[in-house]
């Protein structure tokens, strides 16, 4: 299985733009589709978007615009940036690669984020 | 406000069996075999546990099963061990606004 490792800023403030980094190990970004995903107790997990391997992106749209997904092969990572953060963007962001089979299954998860957005 | 059901919990002793359900409609779960399980342990990421509705990926034991009928579709785990006890999450596709839907989880406990 592979490994991913989220980073990022684990406090953020409303109006503001959250950048989270994902670190991949044994598989190459430049394979497969990755997506981002988070938790919220109330919302279950909700799939915010994903980055494939020509580099073609895919966004939830109730997410109105404010996200934006990108790679950097050379680093082997992959990048979400969110922007004017409401304290309803508190949750734990997650990274996956999307299965072989189909991108939509996802087949290796990162340990999980928490970020909070401070009002 | 999750777009697939589930009950928010179920309960059932060990050694039995026990299905979970989860609802969509016909632009999701009716419409498409691209149903998913994912069994998620506290503190932990969900791991996927089935998908097509009833496929398992390597390495994950037969007693989990899928099936579905109509807008609904079903996780059978059997033979239920103490290791069990987690928040199983059901997702499909969606020819909706959306392309990948969640439930809000089951919370399973296993007497």
């Known amino acids: 299985q592979d490994e991913l490792q989220e980073s990022g800023p684990g406090l953020v403030k409303a109006s503001e733009t959250l950048s989270l980094t994902c670190s991949v190990s044994?598989?190459?970004?430049?394979?497969?589709?990755w997506s981002w995903l988070r938790q919220t107790p109330g919302k279950g997990l909700e799939w915010i978007a994903y980055?494939?391997?020509?580099?073609?992106?895919n966004y939830n749209p109730s997410l109105n615009g404010r996200a934006s997904v990108s790679k950097d092969t050379s680093k082997n990572q992959i990048f979400l940036t969110l922007t004017s953060l409401t304290t309803t963007d508190t949750a734990v962001y997650y990274c996956a690669r999307g299965s072989p089979v189909r991108w939509l299954y996802f087949d290796s998860w990162g340990p999980g984020m928490l970020v909070t957005v401070s009002s | 406000q999750p777009a697939l059901t589930q009950p928010a919990s179920v309960s059932a002793s060990l050694g039995q069996s026990i299905t979970i359900s989860c609802t969509g409609n016909?632009?999701?779960?009716?419409?498409?075999?691209?149903v998913s399980w994912y069994r998620q342990h506290p503190g932990e990421a969900p791991t996927l546990i089935l998908f097509d509705v009833n496929k398992r990926p390597s390495g994950i034991s037969d007693r989990f099963s899928g099936s579905k009928s109509g807008d609904t579709a079903s996780l059978t785990i059997s033979g239920l061990l103490v290791e069990d006890e987690a928040v199983y999450h059901c997702?499909?596709?969606?020819?909706?606004?959306?392309?990948?839907?969640f439930g809000a989880g089951t919370k399973l406990t296993v007497l």
């Open positions: 980055i494939n391997d020509v580099d073609r992106t």
């Open positions: 044994s598989a190459s970004v430049r394979s497969h589709f």
């Open positions: 997702s499909s596709f969606s020819g909706g606004k959306t392309d990948v839907l």
């Open positions: 016909s632009r999701d779960i009716e419409a498409y075999d691209y």
